[in-house]
C-alpha cells in the first residue's frame, strides 16, 4: 500500500516535497523519497514528522496523510481545488460525505452529522485521512496529543470518543497552564479548551454541528493566540467534500480484501 499510495501522491502533482514516515526496515527498501524512520504510536510518529520537517519559515503548511488509503487523482484534484479557493488558512481537515451508493466492507465505520457551509440540513459524514497544519504556528505539543487521541478513538461514538479525549487531554492543559504561569504568561488554557471542546462534541453527537462551529473551535484552540491576532484574515477551515477515497482507510482484514479485489 505504501508503494501504491507514493505512486499516486507523486503523479497527483499536490505534494512536493514528499516524504515517508515509518520503520526503516522495510520502508528502505519500498520508497525513493526521503524516509523518516519512526515506527511507535501516532502522536510519537508525529513529533517525529514535525522535527525532521521543520523549516525556517513559520507559515510554511505541511499536508500530513494517513499511508492506510488510496486517493484516487480526481478526489485530490477537488480538494486541493477548494483548499486554495479558501486560502489564507492555518489549519484545513476535510470531511467526507457519504455516498449514496453502499460502503461495502466499511458499512460499519461509526460516521457523525455536520452541517456543511451553505447547507441547511445535516449529512452523513466520515473524517478525511489527510489535514494541513502549519506547525510554525500551531500549540504544537497540544495539536499532536489531541489527534494522536483522536486516532485511537476514531472507530468509537462521539460520545465516547469525547469522554476519553476530556480525560486524558485534561492534564496535558493543565501541564500547560502551569509552564505558562511558571513563565510569566497565564494563558489558562484548561477552562478555555474544556469549554469548546465540550460544546463542539454535544453538537456533533446531536447531529447540530456546523463547519462554522467547527472551525471557529479548532482555530481557538489549536492555534496560538498571538498568531490569531496578528493574522485575523486566517483560518481554520472544514470543507465537506464528495471525495470517499479520502476517507476510506484499511481497519480490517475485510477492507483490505475488498480494495485487493478492486485494485486487480
Not at 467526507?96 to 458499512?107: E, F, K, N, Q, W
Not at 472507530?155 to 496535558?172: C, D, K, P, Q, V
Request: hydrophobic share 45%; net charge positive; proline share 7%.
Amino acid at each position: 500500500m505504501i508503494t501504491l499510495l507514493l505512486e499516486r501522491l507523486q503523479a497527483s502533482g499536490h505534494f512536493d516535497p514528499i516524504w515517508v514516515a515509518g520503520p526503516a526496515d522495510p520502508f528502505a527498501r519500498l520508497v525513493s523519497v526521503p524516509l523518516i524512520d519512526t515506527d511507535r504510536h501516532l502522536g510519537e510518529n508525529l513529533h517525529a514528522i514535525v522535527q525532521a520537517t521543520a523549516h525556517p519559515d513559520p507559515l510554511r503548511p505541511l499536508v500530513v496523510m494517513t499511508s492506510d488509503i488510496l486517493p484516487e487523482q480526481a478526489d485530490l484534484d477537488t480538494a486541493f481545488a477548494d483548499l486554495r479557493a479558501h486560502q489564507p488558512v492555518d489549519f484545513w481537515m476535510p470531511q467526507i460525505r457519504l455516498p449514496v451508493r453502499a460502503l461495502g466492507a466499511s458499512a460499519w465505520k461509526p460516521t457523525y452529522r455536520l452541517v456543511a457551509h451553505g447547507e441547511q440540513t445535516a449529512s452523513a459524514i466520515l473524517p478525511g485521512q489527510l489535514l494541513l497544519a502549519v506547525p510554525g504556528i500551531t500549540r504544537v505539543d497540544f495539536v499532536i496529543a489531541f489527534f494522536d487521541l483522536l486516532y485511537r478513538t476514531r472507530n468509537r461514538s462521539i460520545a465516547r470518543r469525547f469522554a476519553a479525549l476530556a480525560g486524558r487531554l485534561t492534564w496535558h492543559l493543565l501541564r500547560e497552564d502551569l509552564r505558562s504561569l511558571l513563565r510569566g504568561r497565564p494563558t489558562f488554557h484548561l477552562p478555555k479548551t474544556t469549554l469548546v471542546a465540550s460544546r463542539l462534541a454535544t453538537r456533533l453527537a446531536r447531529g447540530r454541528a456546523t463547519a462554522d462551529e467547527m472551525e471557529r473551535g479548532l482555530q481557538g484552540i489549536l492555534i496560538q493566540a498571538a498568531h490569531r491576532a496578528r493574522h485575523p484574515q486566517r483560518r481554520a477551515y472544514v470543507p465537506v467534500l464528495d471525495t470517499l477515497s479520502l476517507a476510506r482507510d484499511i481497519d480490517t482484514h475485510e477492507e483490505a480484501r475488498e480494495l485487493s479485489r478492486s485494485l486487480a
